[in-house]
Nanobody, 115 residues
Framework: QVQLVESGGGLVQAGGSLRLSCAASGSIFSINTMGWYRQAQGKQRELVASFPSGGGTNYADSVKGRFTISRGNAKNTVYLQMNSLKPEDTAVYYC?????????WGKGTSVTVSS
């Protein structure tokens, strides 16, 4: 089992920045992918950024150049630095991990960007 806990959400004005954190615990030794998803009200959950199993990083087109995913030194923490935030970035952001083909999700952290 893997537990994921997100933090760092909040209310910010358009053009501002936020940094989300995700701390993984439990059986983290075989996690092969981790990433961030978001779900806006009335919309489907979508990938924001991830570390895919093949290496490197992957970003949604809508956040390229504005968001950066990174890992902590202990490898069990993943961050999402969000700059130049737009009202359309408003959503609940979820941390996700995959281990042996099983997906794990955090409870989410809410981000609201005011215009």
């Amino acid at each position: 089992q893997v537990q994921l806990v997100e933090s760092g959400g909040g209310l910010v004005q358009a053009g501002g920045s936020l940094r989300l954190s995700c701390a993984a615990s439990g059986s983290i030794f075989s996690i092969n992918t981790m990433g961030w998803y978001r779900q806006a009200q009335g919309k489907q959950r979508e990938l924001v950024a991830s570390f895919p199993s093949g290496g490197g990083t992957n970003y949604a087109d809508s956040v390229k150049g504005r968001f950066t995913i990174s890992r902590g030194n202990a490898k069990n923490t993943v961050y999402l630095q969000m700059n130049s935030l737009k009202p359309e970035d408003t959503a609940v952001y979820y941390c996700a991990a995959n281990r042996y083909g099983v997906s794990y999700w955090g409870k989410g952290t809410s981000v609201t960007v005011s215009s």
